[in-house]
């Protein structure tokens, strides 16, 4: 079974504009988790999806979203991306999102602003 | 809120030999599970071992166990028979029942000496 598969590996990008990175789960796994992983502040949960509906929200700005489809692949977008935006951004997947099923990530995606 | 806490930010430890990573985590949940996870410098995240806050035996697997003292607050991990290829940056991580998100430690770099 394939793991869970994040694209692109490597995004440069400068401040104001904005991105859109790729997660697709596992096979059969319906819930997206994404985090946020930084030298400063660690790593931090943006949000996760289910079903194609946003199930649970970490504490990030608007300028972040992001949204599912129905092959349960999901995309996340930041908008007028900020030097602290820099990060590698995880995504995560399990079946069906309860708690006790273990989450299966990627290799994440390092986006640099400059 | 909850809150994961890894004081020790680097150790080394001989191969062969045994070592034990600190993790506590403070939250006025009853049903939780505990996590630690694995970050070698290929960036993808891997369950080392988890924990549900229900059950008094400490987790195993393989070389990996907990000790989870709930009253304590705390849930470290030992590694018997290192091996080079733990070397990595291990996060400790709590989820609540009924949630889907993880909450991070900082991370404690652990280096494998040959």
């Known amino acids: 079974k394939a793991g869970v598969t994040q694209t692109p590996r490597y995004l440069i990008k400068t401040r104001g504009q904005q991105v859109t990175l790729s997660c697709s789960p596992i096979s059969g796994h319906r819930s997206v988790s994404w985090y946020q992983q930084t030298p400063g502040q660690g790593l931090q949960f943006l949000f996760e999806y289910f079903s194609e509906t946003q199930r649970n929200k970490g504490n990030f700005p608007g300028r972040f979203s992001g949204r599912q489809f129905s092959n349960s692949r999901s995309e996340m977008n930041v908008s007028t991306l900020e030097l602290g935006d820099s990060a590698l951004y995880l995504c995560?997947?399990?079946?069906?999102?309860?708690?006790?099923?273990?989450?299966?990530f990627g290799d994440g995606t390092r986006l640099s602003i400059l | 809120a909850q809150t994961v806490t890894q004081s020790q930010p680097e150790m080394s430890v001989q191969e062969a030999e045994t070592v034990t990573l600190s993790c506590t985590y403070d939250t006025s949940e009853n049903n939780y599970y505990l996590f630690w996870y694995k970050q070698p410098p290929s960036r993808q995240m891997i369950l080392v071992i988890r924990q549900e806050a229900y059950k008094q035996q400490n987790a195993t697997e393989n070389r990996f166990s907990v000790n989870f003292q709930k009253a304590a607050k705390s849930f470290s991990l030992k590694i018997s028979d290192s091996q080079l290829g733990d070397t990595a940056m291990y996060f400790c991580?709590?989820?609540?029942?009924?949630?889907?998100?993880?909450?991070f430690g900082t991370g404690t770099r652990l280096t494998v000496i040959p």
């Open positions: 991580a709590f989820m609540r029942s009924g949630a889907n998100n993880l909450f």
């Open positions: 995560a997947s399990s079946q069906d999102g309860a708690s006790n099923q273990p989450q299966h």
